[in-house]
């Protein structure tokens, strides 16, 4: 009976885990004191990013081309897991996101760089936040 238990927590804690790594992680790399505006859904934003596997191999790199990525925030112009994990963000705040497949390119992935049901990396830092209804 006991190895029966000890299994039952084996497996709890493995599902436990597994179920963690389906959620979008969100680590803080340089924070920005007295922030007066954060990125907010239907802003238009410009960050530099450095995209990752688990593995630390990189995939796409706007630092590398020295060309900020400009999209609108929330509009679906970008994986669900950028739309979700910059907002909030501050400019010159930099952020590590870990984004499950499900909230990146899926089981598909985006051959040939990205593998089916791959978990992404970005090291994205927010460079400017553009709204021309705010901004006048």
Request: charged share 25%; aromatic share 6%; glycine share 10%.
């Amino acid at each position: 009976v006991s190895s029966f238990v000890a299994a039952s927590l084996v497996a709890a804690a493995a599902a436990a885990a597994a179920g963690e790594s389906e959620k979008l992680q969100i680590g803080i790399k340089k924070r920005v004191e007295n922030c007066e505006r954060k990125a907010a859904s239907r802003d238009k934003v410009s960050v530099h990013y450095t995209g990752m596997l688990t593995d630390n191999s990189v995939f796409d790199s706007s630092v590398t081309r020295g060309t900020p990525f400009e999209f609108t925030l929330g509009a679906g112009q970008v994986i669900k897991g950028w739309d979700q994990g910059i907002v909030g963000m501050c400019v010159g705040e930099k952020r590590r996101l870990t984004i499950p497949s499900h909230l990146g390119y899926g089981d598909r992935g985006s051959p040939p760089k990205i593998p089916p049901k791959a978990t992404l990396i970005f090291d994205v830092e927010l460079l400017e936040i553009k709204n021309a209804g705010r901004d006048l």
